[in-house]
């Protein structure tokens, strides 16, 4: 069985801080990972994505992986109270993708 | 570039109802996914189109559960009958091609059963 592991939380932050997200996955041959942002009573939303090992920015996000750990990680700079929401963390198997169920974030100001 | 388009936002039917959900996709994106989201959990994928082939339906409960993607464009799920098991909300995604391409989802249709 193909598993994506999410550490539910909610993880609390106050605002500024940096946020920590992490995730592990069951299948070495993984090769694409995904983060998704989702509001409450909203669609996921793409933030990142990360194909090789080692570090991926983009603004105030950056996306780390590690395969041979089987880890990806998600941290958010500079927290805001807008980043509250629920973080996805999705990874393929094969043509499939399966997501985690997902940490909750909330940002204290 | 016009979004994942989804209908209806909201249903409510009761139990061993039909039901049936639309969905058309990025423009020109080959692969489209159907998803059942329960509260708390992740997306779990019910179906994958490759244009209008099915690549992977192994999660789609078959003796209630169809869907089909005439032309290799537009969508539809449906549920005949419904159980109140059911109740989610039920996304559709679609991507350039499958596997490592991201996906990108439309706002989903709620389904209430009663």
């Known amino acids: 069985q193909k598993e994506v592991e999410q550490n539910s939380g909610p993880l609390s932050v106050p605002e500024g801080a940096i946020a920590s997200l992490n995730c592990t996955y069951s299948?070495?041959?993984?090769?694409?990972f995904f983060w998704y942002r989702q509001y409450s009573g909203k669609s996921p939303e793409l933030i990142m994505s990360i194909y090789s090992n080692g570090d991926k920015e983009d603004g105030r996000f950056t996306a780390q992986l590690n395969k041979a750990s089987q880890y990806v990680s998600l941290l958010i700079r500079d927290s805001q109270p807008s980043d509250s929401a629920t973080y996805l963390c999705?990874?393929?198997?094969?043509?499939?993708?399966?997501f985690g169920a997902g940490t909750i974030l909330r940002v204290k100001s | 570039e016009a979004g994942v388009a989804q209908s209806p936002r909201y249903k409510i039917i009761e139990k061993r109802q039909s039901v049936a959900f639309w969905c058309n996709p990025i423009s020109g994106h080959a692969t489209l996914y159907w998803y059942q989201q329960i509260l708390g959990q992740g997306p779990k994928l019910l179906i994958q189109f490759q244009n209008n082939g099915v690549v992977d339906d192994s999660q789609l409960p078959k003796d209630r559960f169809s869907a089909e993607r005439l032309k290799g464009v537009d969508s539809t799920l449906k549920i005949q009958p419904a159980k109140l098991e059911d109740s989610a909300v039920y996304l559709c995604?679609?991507?350039?091609?499958?596997?490592?391409?991201?996906?990108?989802f439309g706002d989903g249709t709620r389904l209430s059963i009663l």
């Open positions: 999705a990874v393929t198997y094969g043509n499939k993708l399966v």
């Open positions: 299948d070495r041959g993984s090769q694409s």
């Open positions: 995604a679609s991507s350039l091609v499958s596997g490592d391409q991201p996906q990108h």
